[in-house]
């Protein structure tokens, strides 16, 4: 059987957002590299200057543009990426997996799945721009929510540092994140 390839992108915010609740998708991608005893995270300008690490199994990609217009340069990537592949059977087996952040499921808890809607996600809204609503498998990691809805409350919250304990939370997501992983790279999902 062979074994499909599997593009993992993260969305997240540039520094000094990088370690904030909104960018948990990149916290997220950073443990899946070091459980899988990949490379360093190297800044690839075949990939648009995003940070990249390619293993035998996955190639990991986090997004280098701020969260709400990440849409355009995932998609130039994945192209790259398809590109890269040797076959046209490789490039039609081909999945592309998106690490981000969700708002208002619990803290560490993930849900994946292709298609419907962003739910105010800018971020999903500008891939699915990008890509098509079914061009892309959502893999989002519940950040929970704060007790206000208030558009500024929930603006401070995504985009305040991380505490230790919600660090840890998400990166201890990756564990399932790989075996969803596996399952597609085996063709099971």
């Known amino acids: 059987m062979a074994l499909r390839h599997i593009f993992v992108a993260s969305l ?4 000094p957002y990088h370690h904030t609740l909104h960018s948990a998708g990149h916290t997220l991608i950073s443990s899946l590299a070091s459980e899988l005893s990949y490379p360093p995270f190297e800044r690839s300008r075949l990939f648009g200057k995003a940070l990249v690490s390619v293993g035998p199994a996955f190639t990991l990609w986090q997004s280098p543009s701020l969260m709400n217009v990440s849409g355009p340069p995932l998609a130039a990537a994945w192209r790259t990426f398809l590109r890269s592949l040797a076959s ?3 490039r039609r087996a081909a999945r592309l997996v998106v690490l981000h952040d969700q708002l208002e499921s619990p803290l560490g808890k993930t849900n994946a799945k292709t298609g419907g809607s962003a739910k ?3 971020g999903l809204k500008s891939c699915v721009a990008a890509l098509g609503a079914n061009g892309f498998v959502k893999v989002g990691i519940g950040i929970g929510r704060p007790e206000s809805r208030e558009s500024n409350d ?3 919250f995504v985009l305040r540092k991380m ?3 919600e660090m840890e939370a ?4 990756a564990g399932s994140v790989m075996a969803l992983l596996n399952e597609m790279r085996e063709e099971r999902r």
């Open 120 to 122: 105010g996600h800018n």
């Open 12 to 15: 997240g915010n540039p520094c």
């Open 163 to 165: 505490k230790a304990v």
């Open 154 to 156: 929930v603006s401070q």
């Open 170 to 173: 998400i990166s201890n997501a």
């Open 88 to 90: 046209d059977e490789e």
